[in-house]
C-alpha cells in the first residue's frame, strides 16, 4: 500500500501561480509513474500530467503545456505540480496518483493503483 497526500491548494488570480505537492509514503522501484488528475465540478476527472519516477518520461494534456511542471523530490519521494499562468478554467479539485505501467506512455487512468484525497484549486477572473 502506498498513501499519497496532497497540499498546495488554495486560490489564486488569474495570471498566478500554485504548486501542488504529493507526498507518497513509501517509494518504489522499476516503472512506476506519478500523475495529476483534476476534476472540475459537474465533469468526468481528466489527465493532465504524468512522470515516470526513475526515468525522464513526461506527460501534460494540452491544455496545460507550457504552464504546468510537473517534477519530483526522490529523496522525499514527492511530487510536485508547479502551475503558472493560471486560468479560471484550471479551477478543480486536484488529485495525485501513483502507479506501475508498461509499455504504454503515459499510464492509463486505470493503471494507477493509489490515489491521494484531493486538493482543490480555485482561478478568480
Known amino acids: 500500500q502506498v498513501q499519497l497526500v496532497e497540499s498546495g491548494g488554495g486560490l489564486a488570480q488569474a495570471g498566478g501561480s500554485l504548486t501542488l505537492s504529493c507526498v507518497a509514503s513509501r517509494g518504489t522501484t522499476g516503472s512506476y509513474a506519478m500523475g495529476w488528475f483534476r476534476q472540475a465540478s459537474g465533469k468526468e476527472r481528466e489527465y493532465v500530467a504524468a512522470?515516470?519516477?526513475?526515468?525522464?518520461?513526461?506527460y501534460y494534456v494540452d491544455s496545460v503545456k507550457g504552464r504546468f511542471t510537473i517534477s519530483r523530490d526522490a529523496a522525499k519521494i514527492t511530487v510536485y505540480l508547479q502551475m503558472n499562468s493560471l486560468k479560471p478554467e484550471d479551477t478543480a479539485v486536484y488529485y495525485c496518483?501513483?502507479?506501475?505501467?508498461?509499455?504504454?506512455?503515459?499510464?492509463?487512468?486505470?493503471?494507477?493503483?493509489?490515489w491521494g484525497q484531493g486538493t482543490q484549486v480555485t482561478v478568480s477572473s
Open positions: 512522470k515516470s519516477w526513475t526515468a525522464s518520461r513526461v
Open positions: 496518483a501513483a502507479g506501475s505501467y508498461g509499455s504504454r506512455w503515459p499510464p492509463r487512468i486505470d493503471e494507477y493503483d493509489y
